[in-house]
């Protein structure tokens, strides 16, 4: 980075380190989500294409560096190593790089840990920071080993370009290290695997220049309507259910919420009627007043939960409330419409899976709070079944089948989480 004159001579320093950080690629975990930090986990068939993609992005769009910095975990050195002798640079693979050390829980799968001590997994994804897996490190600890790492190595990396290949809590602590960001708030930081997060330090201070860059240039921050991807291994899932009334959803989406330790998001609409509100007395304006209040609750407790707890279970899915819009026929004013529609079908990219729950297979219900109608559920479930199919890719919907069993519902949801790891 060159500075002009005068900027120079008011700069006690001018010079720029530039890090690179490479996300490994997607690890091997035998068809499960497992807890695994220090574990020595080999790439899947995916990882290794991340990987190759990695080297070949880094020898072609990015400057040479000085040196490269990396874990001495295989899924990193996967890359490190060719990437430093094709460029012919100098490597540094070191343990104090390493993902978090998961202790005890190294390498079980979430549903065996949760099922063994489901409050100590709940207390874990109610306070990661701090909560320490047995024998093992907390967040908080990870962040201070990179503080003291980047503390270490300042001087000698100053005013150079570096490569730096690991984990994504390597990635998070030195985000939060450098940009005096709340480690509370870590999981706000996603670079997905195989991805190219790019960081400028100057006395000034630190410039996130690039976050998630994949190698064909699409960045996390570019934020795109629905990219096709595997369920994040690090994190728990961020699910949402689908589907007219009586089909299931708030039984199942209660069950999944218990299961994976993660907050249970109900829909808005049948608290408001439980609590007294009676759609028929509402205006149309005032019905499509109401439609936005509930998706805008649903956004901001999706963001809430995800920043607490990594992960959430909706009763609803954004596209739910675009098949609202167009059930109660809100569709008079097409520049609102539009808007309605690029708001919540933005926010598709979000849910690892949206659940498409059957309509006819249990028994409607009169419970006095929603409808009874069969055609009028139906003509609702034919609506967002449209929306679903039009709006999201084949790898994030998940149609369910005509099964009524909660046990086969659940195993058939875990099933297409773990699929492809």
Not at 157 to 165: A, Q, Y
Not at 280 to 300: C, G, K, N, S, V
């Amino acid at each position: 980075m060159s500075f002009d004159r005068v900027t120079r001579q008011a700069l006690p320093q001018t010079a720029v380190t530039h890090l690179h950080l490479l996300r490994h690629g997607v690890v091997d975990t035998g068809g499960r989500r497992r807890a695994y930090g220090i574990t020595d986990a080999p790439l899947s068939a995916e990882g290794i294409r991340q990987a190759e993609a990695l080297i070949e992005y880094a020898i072609s769009a990015l400057p040479r560096p000085d040196g490269i910095l990396s874990s001495d975990l295989s899924r990193c050195t996967a890359i490190a190593r060719p990437l430093a002798e094709r460029l012919g640079v100098p490597l540094v693979c070191t343990p104090t790089l390493r993902e978090q050390d998961m202790g005890e829980w190294e390498w079980q799968s979430w549903e065996e840990l949760t099922l063994r001590d489901e409050q100590r997994i709940r207390d874990y994804w109610t306070d990661y920071l701090n909560t320490t897996p047995p024998r093992g490190e907390s967040f908080a600890d990870m962040v201070k080993r990179i503080g003291d790492w980047w503390a270490s190595e300042r001087a000698s990396l100053w005013g150079r370009r570096w490569i730096v290949v690991g984990h994504i809590g390597v990635i998070r602590s030195l985000l939060c290290h450098l940009f005096s960001h709340p480690p509370d708030q870590a999981l706000r930081f996603a670079p997905m695997p195989g991805t190219h997060t790019h960081i400028l330090v100057a006395w000034s201070g630190a410039v996130l220049q690039v976050l998630g860059e994949h190698p064909g240039g699409t960045s996390a921050s570019a934020e795109p309507r629905a990219s096709a991807r595997p369920v994040a291994r690090d994190r728990p899932p961020r699910l949402a259910l689908s589907g007219s009334a009586g089909v299931g959803k708030t039984t199942l989406g209660r069950a999944l919420a218990k299961q994976h330790g993660v907050p249970y998001i109900p829909e808005g609409m049948r608290s408001r009627l439980e609590a007294g509100l009676s759609l028929h007395a509402l205006t149309h304006p005032q019905l499509a007043a109401l439609i936005q209040e509930l998706w805008a609750e649903q956004r901001d407790a999706e963001d809430a939960a995800i920043a607490s707890h990594g992960g959430f279970i909706a009763d609803r899915s954004a596209v739910d409330y675009a098949a609202f819009w167009l059930h109660y026929r809100f569709t008079d004013d097409q520049s609102v419409t539009e808007a309605f529609f690029a708001k919540t079908l933005s926010r598709i990219s979000t849910y690892d899976r949206i659940v498409l729950l059957p309509w006819g297979v249990l028994p409607l219900v009169a419970d006095g709070i929603r409808s009874s109608n069969p055609w009028l559920q139906r003509h609702f479930q034919v609506t967002v079944e449209g929306l679903l199919h039009r709006e999201v890719e084949a790898e994030r919907l998940l149609v369910m089948p005509d099964v009524v069993a909660l046990e086969h519902r659940l195993r058939l949801i875990s099933e297409a989480l773990t699929a492809g790891e």
